[in-house]
């Protein structure tokens, strides 16, 4: 079912819904091209969720050669900022690093000057771009294009300005049992209303005062339909349109309209917007335009239990103080995951294995976690850790011998390579794998009892050393060197094999081991999603690590044997001094239930 590169002799693409309705569409040669759009609104990071979003319109478009627009659908300028396109543009360029022939609007920022339908005529369109070619599009961008078309509304009638406050226009609207009334303002003659509407460009009323709206059914049972805003008055400065204006159209009327302009085949979104369509489709064929117009489709939004996604909710973790930023690796942020070390083409692999379908559904969380190893497992580097370490001392080598040991980086490589490792007299292994009273069947190490040290030789615990107050500081064990690689007694077996890192030659890090950020499957159905964090989230310990980890670089992928996946910190990490964040443990939930429960 994987998504990935058609042509990498990978699996062939997903079908679904929507698929079969574009592939329809291009088997009866409706457009030139497809083209879809992934339309953010910058007003916050985005999450995994969106994943399935930007999946969907930039893998459709690659499955059909064609292109999608990112486009940035910045029309409300109070909860809108630079950060949030910067980071929106940042992130779509990661999870789908490689699909770029396909993609317009990721080139940075800088380089081609924001494309503005120049036309005077209320039919407006962008030249078409070749890929890679230009930077984000903006809504914002639209602005004068869009003004025009709100004035040719008003010139077929279509269109009014009415004066009623914020709160008389919902009480005017009725309730879905219950039809609206007309506003007294609705009948104004089209003079009137241009010349109204050009003062309200103009900056002559305050924020409030007057609206511009769509002149359709105050009786119609779509709410939607009942004459909506397309115009507000808001006298604030825009991050991409800089203070040019205090007009701004609403979501409904710049969307269509900017799939218009963009020439998009297929506009598709969320499920919520599906009583939106008939004021999509009315906008569009109200303007009698010229080329072929847009059609809207919806599907379910991505749901995934222990993880909210709503950038309102992720905003209130970020100001509460919950998480440490957008990008805290336990954040359901793009950039989050990325810190976090979890691949993009786990994410990829996430919305594949979801697949896209019209009916709302929570994923288990164990399917991205499932997701998430089997890209880790053939990548990760094998490397020895110790996070919370006790001491050994193997008293029958000398202190400064080195025993050599070879360690295998990946035995999932096809012809895996090896590494050097030196075993030592003082070394450390993980505190809980020792138990000098074991519970039945501990087949770790306790007193009188053996282990495998891994890629060494057997030990065997002689004596546990404590302090004064009874607390265990060290073990004095034997090693049994004919049990190594290669020596007459390497095929002995005994139950435990622990992992361990030498004492002398080990360094130490700083690990971040991250959990699950909520503590509950559904934490968005509470009244306060907050009180739900998980206060295990984030554990900090300081590990003994191998060697070859201390030059250990951003963008490196490890396991720790017996413990997880983890990867250098990028931000916090300093040359030869690598801060590691756990990504997630070894244990597999959903191999363990079975993919049938999907
Ligand atoms: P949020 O509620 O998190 O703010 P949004 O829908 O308001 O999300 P937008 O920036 O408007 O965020 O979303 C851009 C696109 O991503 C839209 O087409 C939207 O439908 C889609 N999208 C948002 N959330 C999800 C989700 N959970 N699953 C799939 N698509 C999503
Ligand atoms: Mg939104």
């Known amino acids: 079912m994987s998504a990935e590169s058609p042509a990498s002799g990978a699996p062939a693409a997903p079908t679904d819904f929507i698929r079969d309705l574009v592939a329809a569409d291009v088997a009866a040669g409706r457009h030139a091209r497809i083209i879809t759009r992934f339309p953010p609104e910058p007003n916050g990071y ?29 029309t409300n300028p109070a909860k809108e900022d630079i950060e949030y396109v910067e980071s929106i543009s940042r992130d779509v360029q990661w999870l789908i690093a490689g699909w770029a022939d396909h993609c317009l609007g990721l080139k940075p920022r800088g380089a081609t000057p924001a494309a503005t339908p ?33 004035v040719e509304l008003i010139r077929r009638g279509k269109a009014y300005v009415c004066d009623l406050t914020p709160e008389e226009t919902d009480a005017y609207r009725g309730a879905p049992d219950q039809p609206g009334r007309d506003s007294p303002y609705r009948d104004r003659t089209v003079a009137e209303n241009l010349d109204l509407f050009a003062r309200m460009r103009a900056g002559e009323f305050p924020n409030g005062a007057r609206s511009l709206r769509a002149r359709i059914d105050m009786a119609s049972p779509n709410v939607w339909l009942r004459d909506p805003l397309l115009y507000r008055i808001r006298h604030t400065a825009h991050h991409h349109a800089g203070n040019r204006w205090c007009i701004y159209p609403l979501y409904d009327f710049a969307h269509c309209l900017s799939d218009y302009i963009e020439g998009i085949t297929h506009s598709i979104c969320t499920l919520e917007f599906e009583v939106h369509r008939p004021l999509y489709d009315w906008i569009l064929q109200s303007l009698d335009l010229s080329r072929t117009l847009p059609h809207q489709y919806e599907f379910a939004k991505l749901n995934i239990s222990y993880l909210v996604f709503s ?15 957008w990008d805290d690796p336990r954040m359901p942020t793009l950039s989050g995951a990325r810190r976090r070390g979890i691949p993009a083409a786990a994410i990829r692999r996430l919305a594949s294995l979801v697949g896209v379908t019209k009916y709302d559904s929570l994923t288990d969380i164990a399917l991205f976690e499932h997701a998430i190893r089997e890209e880790l497992n053939p990548l990760a580097l094998r490397r020895l ?12 080598l000398a202190p400064g011998e080195e025993i050599p040991c070879l360690a295998t980086n990946n035995p999932q490589d096809p012809e895996p390579t090896t590494r050097p490792l030196a075993l030592t007299r003082e070394l450390f292994i993980e505190a809980e794998d020792f138990a000098e009273v074991p519970p039945p069947k501990f087949f770790r190490l306790k007193p009188g009892g053996e282990v495998r040290l891994k890629y060494a030789c057997i030990i065997s615990c002689q004596q546990v050393v404590k302090d004064a107050a009874g607390q265990v500081t060290e073990l004095h064990c034997t090693a049994d060197l004919t049990t190594r690689s290669g020596q007459p007694d390497a095929d002995r077996k005994v139950k435990g094999t622990l992992h361990w890192v030498s004492a002398t030659r080990g360094v130490p890090a700083k690990v971040q081991l991250y959990d699950r950020l909520f503590a509950v499957p559904e934490p968005a159905a ?17 590990a003994v690590v191998e060697p070859a980890l201390a030059s250990a670089q951003p963008g490196d992928c490890f396991q720790f044997e017996r413990l997880g996946y983890f990867v250098p910190d990028a931000r916090d990490s300093a040359p030869g001094r690598p801060v590691f964040n756990r990504t997630i443990s070894l244990k597999d939930a959903w191999t363990a239930k079975g993919p049938a429960r999907a």
């Open 311 to 325: 950038k309102r909710r992720l905003l209130q973790l970020v100001e509460n103080n919950l998480v440490a930023g």
């Open 385 to 396: 850790a110790v996070l919370r370490p006790l001491k050994i001392v193997l008293t029958n």
């Open 46 to 74: 985005l999450h995994i969720g969106h994943a399935k979003s930007i999946c969907l319109n930039f893998g459709i478009a690659r499955e059909h050669g064609g292109v999608c627009h990112l486009r940035f659908d910045d």
């Open 118 to 150: 120049g036309s005077a005529t209320p039919d407006f369109h962008l030249a078409a771009a070749g890929a890679g070619e230009r930077e984000a599009f903006f809504a914002s961008d639209y602005f004068e294009a869009l003004h025009a078309y709100a």
């Open 526 to 542: 509470s009244d306060d999603f907050r009180v739900h964090v998980n206060p295990r989230s984030l554990e900090t310990v300081t």
